[in-house]
């Protein structure tokens, strides 16, 4: 089984300041990926940037990067420039190789401030 | 390429009945999972078809079942409604491999009364 632990329930950012959101996870897997999803408040969920756990370099998409810490199981995300549409839930999850069940951190209610 | 629709948007229902909720998947997608979302305890896996196969259940007492069609749709059904069940309950799609992103739906509000 998989854990996944989101220690921040809410953050908050300045509009075109830099935020990092965090994630732990355990596994007892050796081949995994880990996923970061956004929540806006219109609920649909969708992905924002995932990372394959065989991969040393961090993820990047646009002003979304990982910072991947395979031995200390960390896995957060930063976002850079933010905008007011960046507004949502995150969430982080993590997916076994051998598995095909996601599991997802508790979130965390990212605020924008203009 | 249409996404993941789910039908209703809303319920309301009282403790006791039983609810069917239902999930089309993208075209071409064969795996979908199912995700109860309350406030405070993020998604919680229900469980996972694919091919009209479970293939994973997730932690929820015999009360929730679902199913999967030949034409990858999903249906969840919960029986004898608790006060506990409402929530937002998540439908998501994917190709069903490893690595596979999931794709979710707008989800289904569902208060119990």
């Known amino acids: 089984a998989q854990t996944v632990t989101q220690s921040q329930p809410e953050m908050s950012v300045q509009e075109a300041e830099t935020v990092t959101l965090s994630c732990t996870y355990d596994?007892?897997?050796?081949?995994?990926?880990l996923f970061w999803y956004k929540q806006p408040p219109s609920r649909q969920m969708i992905l924002v940037i995932r990372?394959?756990?065989?991969?040393?370099q961090n993820a990047t998409e646009n002003r979304f990067s990982v910072n991947f810490q395979k031995a200390a199981k960390s896995f957060s995300l930063k976002i850079s420039d933010s905008q007011l549409g960046d507004a949502a839930m995150y969430f982080c999850a993590c997916l076994a190789n051998t598995g095909n069940q996601f599991y997802f951190g508790t979130g965390t209610s990212l605020t924008v401030i203009p | 390429k249409a996404g993941v629709t789910q039908t209703p948007r809303y319920l309301i229902k009282t403790r006791g009945q039983q609810v069917t909720l239902s999930c089309s998947p993208i075209s071409g997608h064969r795996s979908v999972s199912w995700y109860q979302q309350t406030p405070g305890q993020g998604l919680q896996f229900l469980f996972e078809y694919f091919s009209e196969t479970q293939r994973n259940k997730g932690n929820f007492p015999g009360r929730f079942s679902g199913r999967q069609f030949s034409n990858s749709r999903s249906e969840m059904n919960v029986s004898t409604l608790e006060l506990g069940d409402s929530a937002l309950y998540l439908c998501?799609?994917?190709?069903?491999?490893?690595?596979?992103?999931?794709?979710f739906g707008p989800g289904t509000r569902l208060t119990v009364l």
């Open positions: 990372q394959e756990a065989y991969k040393q």
């Open positions: 596994t007892s897997e050796s081949d995994y990926y």
């Open positions: 998501a799609s994917s190709r069903g491999g490893p690595y596979n992103e999931q794709f």
